[in-house]
């Protein structure tokens, strides 16, 4: 395997293209636009489709037409778009249809602006549009990570027919990095999906199926409500998964940390490059990055608290005016002090700035 | 030449700045060493910058994002006054004089001023003075050897566009070359 250097969103379309995805709809809006740029080029190559629809709304109600028929699809769009999105995921997550939605996120609200945000955290993580439901969200923090996470994100997809959402930002699918695509092109069967006994398509002689969310009958909307949250609650127990960062393999800052920050996807990044430059003050932070922000990590997080030391705090930091933070405090049920800094509207923290912030919670003289 | 280091590279939009910095990070790449190409996509008034921050590593890249530079390569003023406060003490700077009228203000960088025009133009190619400035980053800084460049520009003008190489490289090497003197003088 060799390394090529590539935008994020690039190989996001690319990491599609080996999972074996066949099928895009979409709509243009930056920041993601390189990811339908790529694949109208790349999937033809591969006998896959392309359709770019009038809208998201259409995007993702052709992606809920295809996912029924038992074809792996996706589409991908930016924070507003996603937004126009709500209702079809709502509806795919309710017929229980497996697909994948990139939200490379920027800032908001309103038609806000192109530069890269994680304040879609609350939208993607309760449910985005109505009803009971939840779709599974993975956040990378590397083009590497992006594309290794796509690949999960169509298994996790079709393990558990529910709508998978990779939650990135703009600087991630702007960027270029060094990635390598593991394995074969089709890194999954294309288009077995398990649909052998749901999805829709000629029936030849066997039994009518039927794909839909329509329950009028209170008793029965109530049964498929305790069966879509007993699906959740496997998920939750099955699926998570983090990183901590710092207090392991660091010869030279020991184990312990006193301060535990946490972030994730591109601020994780920034993070980790406060907290090596802080450790070399003699300062122990560590990092605790969620990957999979839904189900979010709750009992890790909770460890890895567990494991500060006396009574230090934990810093979340996120570029949104706080949404994480909730997730974080839930984990912490009361047990820790927590701080957080965040901005907004696009401005992304430099590592100074956080490592500032940490000199400033543990009470050491500013660098 | 293998401590990580990083070079923001600014000019109008055009000017081929991202360009040279996706040959940078390319070649350090192919070279065995972590890298991360990052543009400026914000919002931008007409005439004023494009850049990318490229990052070069022996260790994987934390933060892409960085706010002070070990080195600058700008093409045009508005880039100079924008970026040359960023650059950390002891830093390499590279200014494009056929477009920058002034010096840098800074006395405790290595500055080396570039007519990036007319050296692009003696070397056959006057469209590469984007590869004019990144040759005599390279010869300042040593961040990589330029053959690992030379090697990034045949990769990257292939097919119709090989009938570029020659000019481009003839234009880099140049380009090296009044980087290692200016280097050398300090």
Same mark, same amino acid.
């Given at each position: 395997m060799t390394k090529v250097l590539m935008k994020g969103n690039e190989a996001l379309g690319e990491a599609a293209v080996r999972a074996g995805c066949r099928h895009f709809f979409g709509y243009p809006i930056t920041p993601q636009t390189e990811i339908p740029e790529y694949l109208v080029k790349r999937l033809p190559q591969v006998g896959g489709v392309f359709v770019q629809a009038e809208s998201e709304v259409a995007s993702i109600n052709m992606v809920m037409g295809a996912a029924g028929m038992g074809i792996r699809c996706m589409t991908s769009s930016s924070s507003p778009g996603i937004s126009l999105m709500a209702e079809g995921v709502s509806y795919i997550a309710a017929c229980e249809l497996p697909c994948v939605i990139i939200n490379m996120m920027r800032a908001g609200p309103g038609l806000g602006g192109i530069l890269p945000a994680q304040s879609d955290y609350f939208q993607a993580t309760r449910g %985005? @549009? %109505? @009803?009971?439901y939840q779709v599974i969200v993975l956040a990378p923090s590397s083009v590497q990570e992006a594309v290794d996470l796509m690949t999960l994100a169509f298994e996790l997809a079709e393990t558990y027919r529910n709508p998978v959402m990779v939650c990135a930002d703009g600087m991630i699918g702007q960027m270029m990095e060094p990635v390598e695509f593991a394995g074969e092109p089709d890194a999954l069967p294309p288009n077995e999906m398990g649909g052998d006994d749901w999805a829709l398509g000629v029936r030849e002689g066997r039994k009518r199926r039927i794909v839909n969310s329509l329950y009028l009958s209170p008793d029965e909307l109530n049964e498929h409500n305790l069966k879509l949250k007993a699906k959740y609650d496997d998920i939750a127990a099955k699926e998570t998964r983090h990183e901590l960062y710092g207090p392991e393999g660091d010869a030279e800052g020991g184990g312990g940390y006193d301060l535990l920050l946490v972030a994730f996807g591109t601020m994780a990044r920034i993070c980790k490059t406060a907290i090596d430059d802080v450790r070399a003050e003699g300062l122990r932070a560590a990092l605790f990055r969620p990957i999979t922000l839904n189900p979010f990590p709750f009992a890790d997080l909770r460890r890895a608290m567990d494991a500060i030391e006396g009574d230090g705090a934990v810093f979340d930091v996120e570029m949104s005016m706080g949404q994480m933070v909730y997730d974080v405090k839930l984990a912490a049920e009361g047990t820790r002090r927590i701080e957080f800094h965040g901005t907004a509207g696009g401005v992304v923290p430099s590592p100074d700035e956080v490592a500032q912030k940490i000199r400033e919670i543990l009470g050491a003289a500013p660098a | 030449m293998s401590k990580a280091t990083d070079v923001l590279m600014a000019g109008? #939009? #055009?000017? #081929?700045m991202l360009l040279a910095g996706k040959l940078l990070a390319h070649a350090a790449m192919n070279d065995g060493r972590e890298v991360s190409w990052l543009p400026s996509y914000g919002p931008e008034m007409r005439g004023g910058t494009a850049n990318v921050i490229v990052c070069v590593s022996p260790e994987p890249i934390g933060s892409p994002l960085i706010t002070t530079h070990a080195a600058l390569v700008v093409m045009n003023l508005p880039s100079l006054e924008k970026f040359e406060g960023r650059v950390r003490p002891g830093g390499v700077i590279v200014v494009n004089s056929s477009l920058v009228e002034r010096d840098p203000a800074r006395d405790d960088c290595v500055v080396v001023t570039v007519n990036a025009r007319r050296v692009a133009k003696e070397a056959g190619s006057d469209r590469a003075q984007n590869l004019v400035m990144l040759g005599a980053y390279v010869g300042a800084s040593d961040v990589i050897p330029p053959a690992s460049i030379e090697k990034a520009i045949e990769n990257e003008f292939s097919g119709k566009k090989a009938r570029f190489v020659p000019g481009s490289i003839a234009a880099f090497r140049a380009g090296v070359e009044i980087g290692r003197a200016a280097a050398a003088t300090v």
């Open positions: %985005h @549009g %109505h @009803g009971d | 109008f #939009g #055009g000017q #081929g």
